[in-house]
């Protein structure tokens, strides 16, 4: 059982101010797995106050000293992998060797990514008279969720470090092991005192705290639109920079061509990862409407064959993180069937032979992007095929969305996809499956403002600085 009853403020593990505890369920087994403090405002004015104190340091240290910061942030972070991905697995479920592989491996290559970034980034830069600076904000709220829970916190944290910021992290209070691990290996890498503080508890209670905080110049957060609307307000009497990356209900058009019953394949099986509880998974597969018998029987076969179960275990699925989202996805199969979606696979209840634990059955519906499973974000493991006439058809449908997040085109002819890649109003496509660490990450419409990943995530961090007629370096 953990017990996880001190924050990490000023380079300390310190007390809480009140002591008031909440337990963590571990989503596999609905049992209790730990207990964490639950942060008060004043916890965060600590924080805050910490954090404004290393600002004045951390903002003016060298590029080679925040390389070695980071080198070392690696080399800790290296040493941890196998404790992070346990971590994963007993807070939000994700099967063990999917944690270790993905979870886990994407914070290493985002600190990896920050540090080859660093190395070339043009912090000062003439233009004719003009010396454009670019400065760190200043003292960053981070705000993240439980469903991608390391890479949030690795997307905010190493651009933040890199760019000469300090931070408060509010983590997600149902995955709270990770990033108290995070800040473990910060510590253990020699973060100067201040410059990173960790504060777990209640959203509403430290992310209001952050976000309405005279001291705190800018709140990163990653999660719901509904939360997002409330930051932006109770930041807006302080004027501070919002960042939002949000919800999605991204689309996947795959091509009338040879590929087809392949690429219906990968996209069911994409949809059931992270057991759909992913912002930018593809919720949305757009078929041909002459081949829907053929895609129907394809994404019926893969989602049939998904293996769910305990995440310790060789499965590809485990179960959603907790008993309110399990609700939340069942109302949503519910209302699929009452709105006259065809159900093609699984549907309500847990999947044969699993009693207990918040397992979902992998499902799939055929309908069309009017019903509710095709308008709202689910984040479970449902997919909703919906058939189109044409590719102008099959554009219209895919911006019919108010997120714009991601969107995916799969078929033979890679030219043709990136055409049709072009007039979608989304964030990100991924043509055939492409994958890039560097590439900007963030939201069109209701899917947010910014954009995380690569030197993108640095900008984020970034203020703009003009000194007009600077003299010119000697
Ligand atoms: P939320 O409920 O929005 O929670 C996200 C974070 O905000 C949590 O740490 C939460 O704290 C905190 N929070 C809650 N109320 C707050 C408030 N009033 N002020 C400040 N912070 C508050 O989202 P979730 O359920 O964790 O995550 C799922 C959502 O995140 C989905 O919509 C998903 O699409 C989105 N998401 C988006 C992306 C990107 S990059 N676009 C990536 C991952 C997830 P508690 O832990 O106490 O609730």
């Not at 590809?316 to 907790?322: E, F, L, Q, T």
């Not at 590719?391 to 030219?415: K, M, P, Q, R």
Request: charged content about 20%; glycine content about 12%.
């Amino acid at each position: 059982m953990k017990q996880l009853d001190k924050f990490y403020v000023n380079g300390r593990w310190v007390a809480p101010a009140a002591c008031t505890f909440a337990d963590v369920i571990n989503p596999a087994t609905e049992t209790v797995s730990g207990r964490i403090a639950l942060g008060t405002p004043e916890d965060v004015d600590l924080a805050v106050l910490a954090a404004r104190r290393a600002f004045a340091s951390w903002s003016e240290s060298s590029v080679s000293e925040r390389l070695d910061l980071l080198g070392a942030i690696l080399a800790e972070y290296t040493k941890r992998t196998e404790d992070l991905a346990d971590a994963v697995t007993e807070e939000m479920g994700a099967p063990r060797s999917f944690a270790g592989h993905l979870h886990v491996g994407l914070g290493t290559w985002h600190l990896q990514a920050a540090i080859e970034i660093l190395k070339h980034f043009q912090f000062e830069e003439q233009r004719g008279a003009t010396l454009l600076r670019r400065e760190p904000i200043g003292v960053c709220g981070l705000i993240t969720p439980w469903n991608w829970p390391i890479n949030q916190v690795a997307v905010k944290v190493f651009p933040a470090l890199a760019t000469g910021c300090t931070m408060v992290l509010k983590p997600a209070q149902l995955a709270p092991y990770s990033a108290q691990i995070l800040a473990e290996i910060l510590d253990a890498a020699g973060t100067p005192a201040g410059v990173f503080n960790l504060v777990q508890g209640k959203g509403s209670v430290i992310g209001t705290a952050l976000s309405r905080h005279p001291d705190v110049d800018m709140i990163s957060f990653t999660g719901s639109a509904e939360v997002g609307v409330q930051i932006q307000k109770d930041a807006a009497e302080t004027i501070k920079r919002v960042g939002l990356e949000l919800g999605g209900k991204s689309a996947w058009i795959v091509l009338d061509d040879a590929d087809l019953a392949a690429n219906v394949g990968k996209a069911t099986g994409a949809m059931m990862s992270n057991s759909g509880q992913t912002c930018s998974a593809g919720s949305r597969l757009l078929i041909p409407a002459d081949r829907v018998d053929e895609a129907v029987g394809v994404a019926r076969s893969v989602a049939e064959q998904v293996a769910v179960g305990n995440p310790a275990g060789n499965v590809a699925m485990g179960p959603v993180v907790s008993g309110g989202q399990f609700d939340v996805i069942q109302r949503y199969i519910a209302k699929g069937v009452d709105e006259g979606a065809t159900l093609v696979a699984g549907g309500l209840g847990r999947p044969d032979g699993l009693d207990s634990g918040y397992f979902v059955k992998p499902t799939v519906f055929l309908g069309d992007n009017s019903m509710t499973i095709a308008r709202e974000e689910i984040f479970g493991p449902v997919l909703t095929m919906i058939p189109y006439k044409d590719l102008d058809e099959a554009v219209a449908i895919a911006n019919d969305s108010n997120f714009g997040l991601s969107g995916y085109v799969t078929g033979a002819d890679a030219s043709e996809a990136t055409a049709i890649a072009k007039r979608i109003r989304t964030g990100a496509v991924h043509v055939n499956g492409g994958f890039d660490i560097m590439a900007p990450f963030g939201g069109y419409k209701r899917s947010g403002n910014g954009r995380e990943w690569g030197d993108f995530g640095f900008h984020e961090f970034l203020e703009t600085k003009a000194i007009v007629g600077a003299a010119a370096a000697s």
